[in-house]
């Protein structure tokens, strides 16, 4: 778990620039950082690594203290244990891939600190056919995945990753998120991580920070900032969506559908190519999800989840409404939005706390990430 709490302000007259944030990161998976270019990102990672220091600040990681400026503590950046990959990579050209992996390791062993075995990364990261290959013979996306490498082998208490995908093609993207995700589970090493993208985010993130003119303006899980009406901002511009975490629980091959779980309820998606018991984000737009008062009977939808009005959110021509998902007590809340009309919402006299049953058709679901084994396979 990472705390911070930090002041900073540029002594650069030319430079009118004022960073204050305050936030906690969970021990495990993917908390990204999002926010306007200016906003103080980047600063952000320079403060917490130690490349600069803030005018006040407190910041501990696993509740070991790293610095504190009341207690004129502050641990260099070689000491923290925090690996950082920086936005143009800083690979060592002369060295081929596998001696700037083991660099590190090098450095780590002469003071008998802990570190990943070469051989863990390279299969984690598939990147066993490039070990002895010069860095100027890399793709874009290729540098990407031997930077992160690089840091991970100093094994880290936590991975800074400062637009890690930027400059890379969709193409690259698409195949690089994927590894991302599965180093986060299978080494346990918690990351924070800056994009500009709100797909990449969604893809990879489970906790959100926004950031706008240096300061924290949201702070929760991905699904429930970017799914806030009002803080719609973030994504761009575009229309609100529902991301939920689901567990896939079974496959019907003769119906060609994935059956996930959603607390006690069920929903059925197209068929994907991902094992039992395995986690998956999906995305759902509000104008894909319908609206009754009684269970329909007779319908197409295979989707009909019960839920209870929790917001209503009225414009001039729409109505937003915010349903909680019935999930059974011992699950943490989920929520969808729909979009209908200001006649339906008159219609069906939709009320705070009313009952409702969720209607969402199959081919409306979007998946929100990528089976690891399809990359891997078609590399």
């Known amino acids: 778990m990472l705390l911070v709490k930090t002041e900073f302000k540029y002594k650069d007259s030319s430079k009118d620039f004022k960073l204050s944030a305050s936030f906690k990161t969970s021990s495990k998976g993917v908390t990204a950082i999002y926010g306007p270019s200016g906003s103080g990102k980047t600063t952000l990672f320079r ?17 070991e203290i790293i610095c504190n400026s009341k207690d004129n503590k502050w641990t260099p950046p070689h000491e923290r244990g925090i690996g950082y990959v920086f936005q143009d990579v800083r690979l060592f050209p002369h060295l081929n891939v596998k ?22 990364i390279v299969e984690s990261l598939n990147i066993e056919k490039l070990l002895y290959k010069k860095v100027h013979h890399l793709s874009g996306g290729e540098k990407k ?15 800074l990753l400062d637009e890690p995908l930027g400059g890379l093609d969709v193409e690259r993207k698409r195949n690089i998120i994927p590894y991302l995700d599965e180093l986060c589970t299978n080494l346990n090493i918690p990351i924070l991580y800056i994009s500009h993208n709100i797909n990449e985010i969604k893809k990879l993130a489970n906790w959100i920070i926004t950031m706008k003119d240096g300061k924290v303006n949201s702070f929760g899980s991905i699904e429930e ?114 979009k209908i009309t200001k006649f339906a919402e008159r219609n069906l006299k939709i009320k705070k706390g009313n009952s409702v049953y969720i209607l969402l ?5 979007k998946i929100n990430n990528t089976s690891i084994k399809k990359i891997i396979n078609s590399h």
């Open 145 to 159: 995945l031997v930077a992160i490498g690089r840091a991970l082998m100093m094994k880290p208490k936590i991975l």
């Open 99 to 120: 001696n700037n992996l083991t660099f590190v390791s090098k450095l780590k062993k002469k003071s008998n600190l802990e570190t990943i075995s070469i051989n863990t």
């Open 47 to 63: 403060i917490i690594s130690g490349l600069i220091k803030g005018s006040e600040e407190l910041i501990t990681l696993n509740n």
């Open 225 to 338: 900032v970017t799914g806030r009406i009002d803080l719609s901002h973030i994504t761009e511009g575009k229309k609100t969506k529902t991301i939920l975490k689901t567990k896939i629980i079974n496959h019907e091959q003769e119906n060609n559908l994935t059956i996930l779980e959603i607390g006690n309820q069920k929903l059925s998606i197209p068929l994907i190519n991902k094992e039992i018991n395995s986690l998956v984000k999906i995305e759902i737009r509000p104008q894909d999800v319908g609206v009754a008062l009684s269970k329909p009977k007779d319908v197409s939808f295979l989707n009909i989840l019960l839920g209870t009005v929790s917001v209503i959110i009225s414009n001039e021509n729409n109505t937003y409404i915010d349903i909680q998902i019935n999930v059974g007590s011992e699950e943490k809340p989920k929520f969808i939005w729909s």
């Open 361 to 365: 058709k199959t081919m409306s679901i």
